[in-house]
């Protein structure tokens, strides 16, 4: 009999996470929100220092960051990530700047086109060998279950 400790018991598949870094709240937030509705999991970092710190707390499978922030810049960021054990995928976005140079990092336009910056995101996470991909939330609505006894 399974236990609700069971770890085989409603095995949930793993999300990718992706760590959010952009100054500007409303931009991250949508960033966010866009993200969860198909299906991944997500954390914020208003800056590179905070995206630093938080990348030692928190499970991150890819960051997606922007260029020109206070503190620490995304192209810093992208530097000090790639230095790590496990290097994580990044995609820089900007609005200023017209490429970054730097070996395996993605760069998006500002503004984000957003099933460009999703496909993005897969192509990272399918590069990294991610083991599950987003289960996107369909938001049609669903036929009512017919009822037992008709």
């Given at each position: 009999m399974l236990t609700p400790a069971d770890p085989h018991q409603d095995a949930q598949p793993v999300l990718p996470t992706v760590l959010v870094v952009e100054d500007e709240p409303v931009i991250r937030e949508l960033m966010a929100i866009l993200l969860?509705?198909?299906?991944?999991?997500?954390?914020?970092?208003?800056?590179?220092?905070e995206a630093l710190q938080t990348v030692d707390r928190y499970p991150v499978d890819l960051v997606l960051s922007d260029v020109k922030m206070p503190r620490l810049?995304?192209?810093?960021?992208?530097?000090?990530?790639?230095t790590r054990d496990d290097p994580l995928p990044v995609i820089l976005m900007s609005a200023v700047y017209a490429e970054v140079d730097l070996p395996g990092v993605r760069f998006?336009?500002?503004?984000?086109?957003?099933?460009?910056l999703l496909d993005l995101i897969a192509a990272a996470l399918r590069e990294t060998g991610h083991p599950s991909q987003p289960v996107a939330r369909d938001l049609a609505p669903q036929p009512a279950a017919p009822h037992p006894g008709a």
């Open positions: 969860e509705e198909e299906g991944y999991a997500v954390v914020q970092a208003v800056d590179g220092l810049d995304g192209a810093s960021l992208a530097r000090h990530l790639r998006l336009r500002k503004p984000v086109n957003c099933e460009h």
